[in-house]
């Protein structure tokens, strides 16, 4: 009985593990970019009892209340070139200050139905974001995700209505492996500022999908849903980064700035 139990704790625990981010990349990603960070500070945020990297960059002028957290794509860091990076060091620029958060990830041959059970890990690690930022003085939060990540803070942001302020999407497609990674049924519950973008030259999924994320923005009846694609662009925004940077800030000062002069 005593070996039959303890075969069974391994086993519990080989479980736990396969299922678990991978914390030892995390980690070696944390040290590479905190030896190389040029704008922003590195820091650490804990859900529950694990800590993961975050990166703080704040508003060129000064605290604005104002925020955003950035969330990365499949595989992918707080740092990454295409998309995050951008984004992170761009948004500042105009009084939004940003938070990019580590996600949970997986070897690099891991495939998107092993992402499955790291959508339970995501919500927390968000959860701490908003806190963090809360904590730091801002009083407006916005999440903007790209692809997997889009999906894993659209699921956050059904599931937490109040969390934030409002969801910016960036290449999201609809996954219908499991309901947890399914954005449209997330979008489906979703009644805060929505803006859907997307590249003309994006990946085949995410084209193929505009019609049935838009449906669920309308099943939800969100009239603050907006969806737009950006010309020329492809998955990662290569050679539109600044039009990518442009886009997301223009949709945050329409909905979150208050206007100036008479």
Same mark, same amino acid.
């Given at each position: 009985?005593?070996?039959?139990?303890?075969?069974? *704790?391994? *086993?519990?625990?080989?479980?736990?593990?396969?299922?678990?981010?991978?914390?030892?990349?995390?980690? &070696?990603?944390?040290?590479?970019?905190?030896?190389?960070?040029?704008?922003?500070?590195?820091?650490?945020?804990?859900?529950?009892?694990? !800590?993961?990297?975050?990166? %703080?960059?704040?508003?060129?002028?000064? !605290?604005?209340?104002?925020?955003?957290?950035?969330?990365?794509?499949?595989?992918?860091?707080?740092?990454?070139?295409?998309?995050?990076?951008?984004? &992170?060091?761009?948004? !500042? #620029?105009?009084?939004?200050?940003?938070?990019?958060?580590?996600?949970?990830?997986?070897?690099?041959?891991?495939?998107?139905?092993?992402?499955?059970?790291? *959508?339970?890990?995501?919500?927390?690690?968000?959860?701490?974001?908003?806190? %963090?930022?809360?904590?730091?003085?801002?009083?407006?939060?916005?999440?903007?995700?790209?692809?997997?990540?889009?999906?894993?803070?659209?699921?956050?942001?059904?599931?937490?209505?109040?969390?934030?302020?409002?969801?910016?999407?960036?290449?999201?497609?609809?996954? #219908?492996?499991?309901?947890?990674?399914?954005?449209?049924?997330?979008?489906? +519950?979703?009644?805060?500022?929505? *803006?859907?973008? %997307?590249?003309?030259?994006?990946?085949?999924?995410?084209?193929?999908?505009?019609?049935? &994320?838009?449906?669920?923005?309308? +099943?939800?009846?969100?009239?603050?849903?907006?969806?737009?694609?950006?010309?020329?662009?492809?998955?990662?925004?290569?050679?539109?980064?600044?039009?990518?940077? &442009?886009?997301? %800030?223009?949709?945050?000062?329409?909905?979150?700035?208050?206007?100036?002069?008479?």
């Amino acid at each position: 009985m005593r070996n039959i139990l303890l075969t069974m *704790f391994i *086993f519990s625990s080989w479980l736990t593990t396969a299922a678990a981010s991978d914390l030892e990349k995390e980690k &070696r990603w944390s040290a590479q970019i905190s030896d190389s960070l040029l704008t922003g500070e590195v820091c650490e945020l804990k859900a529950g009892d694990t !800590p993961f990297m975050g990166i %703080y960059t704040e508003a060129d002028a000064g !605290p604005t209340g104002n925020a955003v957290i950035l969330v990365h794509g499949i595989g992918a860091h707080p740092d990454w070139p295409e998309v995050i990076h951008p984004l &992170r060091v761009g948004l !500042p #620029e105009h009084g939004w200050s940003t938070l990019s958060v580590q996600m949970p990830v997986l070897a690099n041959d891991a495939e998107l139905k092993d992402y499955l059970p790291l *959508f339970d890990e995501s919500g927390p690690r968000l959860k701490a974001a908003v806190d %963090y930022l809360h904590q730091n003085g801002a009083k407006t939060v916005v999440i903007v995700a790209h692809s997997l990540g889009a999906s894993m803070a659209a699921r956050f942001v059904a599931d937490n209505p109040g969390a934030v302020n409002g969801l910016v999407i960036i290449g999201m497609t609809v996954i #219908e492996l499991d309901d947890k990674m399914n954005g449209a049924l997330a979008l489906e +519950k979703i009644t805060l500022p929505v *803006f859907d973008l %997307y590249g003309s030259r994006d990946l085949d999924g995410v084209l193929a999908s505009t019609d049935a &994320r838009a449906r669920a923005a309308h +099943k939800a009846g969100n009239s603050d849903y907006r969806q737009l694609a950006i010309e020329g662009g492809d998955h990662f925004y290569v050679g539109s980064e600044d039009e990518l940077v &442009r886009r997301v %800030y223009g949709w945050l000062k329409a909905h979150y700035e208050q206007p100036t002069g008479n």
